[in-house]
């Protein structure tokens, strides 16, 4: 069994700050990506940031120069650092990990989704 615990999502005003965290544990053997995606009402769920084993990160354009993506191998998690929030950004936030766990292939794993407000 592999969990994935978010934590750090909530209500705030343009421009301020949050910072998002998401645990795995479980029978895991090695990770190969973790990130967030987002999905706002009535649209698509998009990727945010990612992290990927080795050490290279992907952002999605709107948030680039904004939100920082970094993780803690010790602990199996991964941070989502986002600075100067717009109203679109507004979002449930949802931690993916690709990773390999004891008696399964590799796979995608989601958490259970962080709600993200931002006021204008």
């Known amino acids: 069994q592999v969990q994935l615990v978010e934590s750090g999502g909530g209500l705030v005003q343009a421009g301020g700050s949050l910072r998002l965290s998401c645990a795995a544990s479980g029978s895991i053997i090695s990770i190969n990506a973790m990130g967030w995606y987002r999905q706002a009402p009535g649209k698509q769920r998009e990727l945010v940031a990612v992290?990927?084993?080795?050490?290279?990160?992907n952002y999605a354009d709107s948030v680039k120069g904004r939100f920082t993506i970094s993780r803690d191998n010790a602990k199996n998690t991964v941070y989502l650092q986002m600075n100067s929030l717009k109203p679109a950004d507004t979002a449930v936030y949802y931690c993916?990990?690709?990773?390999?766990?004891?008696?399964?292939?590799?796979?995608?794993?989601w958490g259970q989704g962080t709600q993200v407000t931002v006021s204008s």
């Open positions: 993916n990990a690709n990773l390999r766990r004891i008696g399964r292939p590799q796979g995608d794993y």
């Open positions: 992290w990927i084993s080795g050490g290279s990160t």
